[in-house]
């Protein structure tokens, strides 16, 4: 497999990282009390310990170039020195905490089936597959979106950045815009994790990996598929509902 192969393969795993059930939670069609339930999920299957599963790939990778770019992730997800000032799991807190949602329940979540399957996975893949598979899955299929391809082609659709007043939490859910810190804070820091991400896989992977890094990527994007089938499922979205909203 060559380098733009790679690439290519990597893109299309990426550009299937949407789910069906989303223009609901961004059109404010999932209630408020259930929004509840989606913030919380989401918090306790990747964003609060998403800095130890960076340092994950960290400790295994052998190439000190490729450590010095997780470091810089690692560092400005921890802690926020680089960039938003503060660790970037508390700063995702303000949503809920902008919502007036009850923030202890954020302390003692019990993960949904399937949410308890997506981090077995993102487990198992960042703890035994190697250096490779582990930074692959944590810096660009967690951190990343479908709208990856932009980074490399101008004329593939940009991830949509509107204004903040627009933002779903805001307009429908009468969220203040402070309480988009962590919004604010991606918008400024997250490309430089985007192109660091890509430098990685395409410039470090050795060529008898890259197999190896597919099918991780594949694994992890079909835990995430089912497990936002079950959120959206618990949050009482279904497809009908998204057909005709
Ligand atoms: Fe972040
Ligand atoms: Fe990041």
């Known amino acids: 497999m060559t380098r733009d192969e790679f690439r290519d393969r990597l893109l299309e795993i990426m550009e299937r990282k949407q789910h069906w059930a989303w223009p609901a939670f961004t059109s404010g069609l999932v209630s408020k009390a259930k929004l509840h339930l989606h913030l919380e999920q989401e918090y306790a299957v990747y964003v609060r310990d998403f800095p130890v599963l960076v340092g994950r790939a960290y400790v295994q990778c052998p190439i ?45 979540v019990e993960l949904l089936p399937a949410a308890r399957e997506y981090r077995h996975a993102l487990d198992r893949l960042t703890t035994s597959n190697g250096w490779a598979v582990s930074a692959a899955v ?4 967690i951190e990343g979106t479908p709208y990856e391809r932009a980074l490399f082609d101008p004329k593939a659709p940009a991830r949509p950045e509107p204004p903040l007043e627009a933002h779903p939490l805001v307009r429908h859910y009468g969220m203040p815009v402070e309480a988009l810190a962590l919004t604010r804070a ?11 991400a890509w430098r990685v896989m395409l410039d470090h992977v050795p060529a008898d990996e890259r197999p190896h890094v597919l099918e991780g990527l594949e694994d992890a994007l079909q835990a995430w598929l089912t497990w936002r089938d079950e959120v959206a499922r618990v949050c009482g979205v279904t497809r009908s509902a998204i057909a005709q909203p």
């Open 64 to 108: 000190p170039a490729v450590r010095r770019e997780l470091a810089e992730n690692l560092y400005e997800e921890e802690t926020g020195g680089l960039h938003a000032g503060k660790p970037h799991p508390e700063l995702f807190l303000e949503y809920p905490k902008g919502l007036g949602f009850d923030l202890r329940r954020f302390e003692t």
């Open 186 to 196: 991606h918008r400024g820091v997250e490309g430089q994790h985007r192109l660091s």
């Open 138 to 141: 944590v810096t660009l299929f």
